[in-house]
T-cell receptor, first 116, second 114 residues
Framework: AQSVTQLGSHVSVSEGALVLLRCNYS??????LFWYVQYPNQGLQLLLK??????LVKGINGFEAEFKKSETSFHLTKPSAHMSDAAEYFC??????????????FGRGTSLIVHP | GAGVSQSPSNKVTEKGKDVELRCDPI?????LYWYRQSLGQGLEFLIY????????KSGLPSDRFSAERTGGSVSTLTIQRTQQEDSAVYLC????????????FGPGTRLTVT
């Protein structure tokens, strides 16, 4: 069974500072990896995903994430935080290969707080 | 193009009443998911529909919860005899159905049981 761990339920940064949100997965075969963002009172929307190819993936709003197989990680970063980045961020995985569940596994989410 | 829509956006009901929540997925999406999100909590999977296959109901918390999807499109989540602990935001998502595809989420229905 696969699982997703997001370290830190809350991350606080100053505007202009580096954003780092951590995601680690646990599965025997590296899964497909997704990051979603949820702004207040809205549904989730996709930031970026990794399926195959280049391990550094660029998404919307200046975010990027790097798949590191050796570390079973898919951490989300942004060089310079904006106030508008304040939101809840979810890491999610789906299994690669036949026989797995078609239900994505989501992390518990990390709330990003951006201070002026 | 149109995204996933949900109605109503807010629903206040009295304990013991039944409620129906509606989801209109993106046209052409074969997979549809329902999730529950309580305050400050992550996503709790409820039910999954894929095409004409039998739904995966493994996440439904009790037999008071049921869902159907008519014509492979619109879905309705029904909660019977609502309880205060059912208060949450109910999110619907749709996708093309393969594991490689991302989900598109609706804005949610905020349910408050008084």
């Amino acid at each position: 069974a696969q699982s997703v761990t997001q370290l830190g339920s809350h991350v606080s940064v100053s505007e202009g500072a580096l954003v780092l949100l951590r995601c680690n997965y646990s599965s025997s075969v590296p899964p497909y990896l997704f990051w979603y963002v949820q702004y207040p009172n809205q549904g989730l929307q996709l930031l970026l995903k990794y399926t195959t190819g280049a391990t550094l993936v660029k998404g919307i709003n200046g975010f990027e994430a790097e798949f590191k197989k050796s570390e079973t990680s898919f951490h989300l970063t942004k060089p310079s935080a904006h106030m508008s980045d304040a939101a809840e961020y979810f890491c999610a995985v789906t299994p690669r290969g036949a026989g797995g569940s078609y239900i994505p596994t989501f992390g518990r989410g990390t709330s990003l707080i951006v201070h002026p | 193009g149109a995204g996933v829509s949900q109605s109503p956006s807010n629903k206040v009901t009295e304990k013991g009443k039944d409620v129906e929540l509606r989801c209109d997925p993106i046209s052409g999406h074969t997979a549809l998911y329902w999730y529950r999100q309580s305050l400050g909590q992550g996503l709790e999977f409820l039910i999954y529909f894929q095409g004409n296959s039998a739904p995966d109901k493994s996440g439904l918390p009790s037999d008071r919860f049921s869902a159907e999807r008519t014509g492979g499109s619109v879905s309705t989540l029904t909660i019977q005899r609502t309880q205060q602990e059912d208060s949450a935001v109910y999110l619907c998502a749709s996708s093309f159905g393969g594991l490689i595809y991302e989900q598109y989420f609706g804005p949610g229905t905020r349910l408050t049981v008084t």
